[in-house]
């Protein structure tokens, strides 16, 4: 079946702009997760989703950053007024139920540059 | 706190010859412990994972783990390597008391040498 998708996979936007990236799960994937992932290092926890409601965003950086998902499946990320920092990859898992055995199943990631 | 380190940031090995990455971690609890590889331009794929059991995991394309919790270490091994194994290599950890907030290491260069 089809794995995590996600889109753009690339996005040039400048600073102070507003973006938005996509994430579509894995079908019946409950748990959606994103990460960040800047240059040499490993993935950096954002968020987590169970169905539509956010069940940990302590990884979220500051105000700026949002994200939603409205009917348990697709989420979108949202970055308000941009900064040259938050250039980096931004990556979206699923994993079925969100239990701590799940596997996470990852999308190729949208690579955000913020001139 | 839940950390994971990745002392290595590249391992050369020529095709053939069998692979170590190491990976270390810290938790407070029992950990839940993951390999994932990227490729270049491509997401993370779920190599294999340590949940309970067996201390030796097996995994996909051959490779393995091995679980020691005395020296709290997750190590991923392969008997032989393949110069299609070259990639990025990253190790996660979980606290299976804490919350569904996976941890991941630096990462860890793979090059297979022909």
């Known amino acids: 079946g089809a794995g995590v998708s996600q889109t753009p996979s690339n996005k040039v936007t400048e600073k102070g702009k507003y973006v938005e990236l996509r994430c579509d799960p894995i079908s019946g994937h409950t748990a959606l997760y994103w990460y960040r992932q800047s240059l040499g290092q490993g993935p950096e926890f954002l968020i987590y989703?169970?169905?539509?409601?956010?069940?940990?965003d302590s990884g979220l950086p500051n105000d700026r950053f949002f994200a939603v998902r409205p009917e348990g499946s697709v989420s979108t990320l949202k970055i308000q007024r941009t900064e040259r920092g938050d250039s980096a990859v931004y990556l979206c898992a699923s994993s079925l139920a969100g239990e701590f055995t799940d596997t996470q199943y990852f999308g190729p990631g949208t690579r955000l540059t913020v001139l | 706190a839940q950390s994971v380190a990745q002392p290595e940031d590249q391992v050369n090995v020529a095709e053939g010859n069998p692979l170590t990455v190491k990976c270390t971690y810290s938790v407070s609890g029992n950990p839940y412990l993951f390999w994932y590889v990227q490729y270049p331009n491509r997401g993370l794929q779920f190599l294999l994972k340590y949940i309970t059991g067996d201390n030796l995991v097996k995994g996909s394309y051959g490779f393995e783990a091995e679980f020691n919790k005395s020296q709290t270490s997750f190590h991923l091994k392969k008997p032989s390597a393949l110069v299609s194994d070259s990639a990025l290599y990253f190790c996660a950890v979980l606290n299976s008391g804490g919350y569904q907030k996976v941890t991941f290491g630096t990462g860890t260069k793979l090059q297979v040498i022909p």
């Open positions: 989703f169970q169905g539509t409601g956010a069940a940990d």
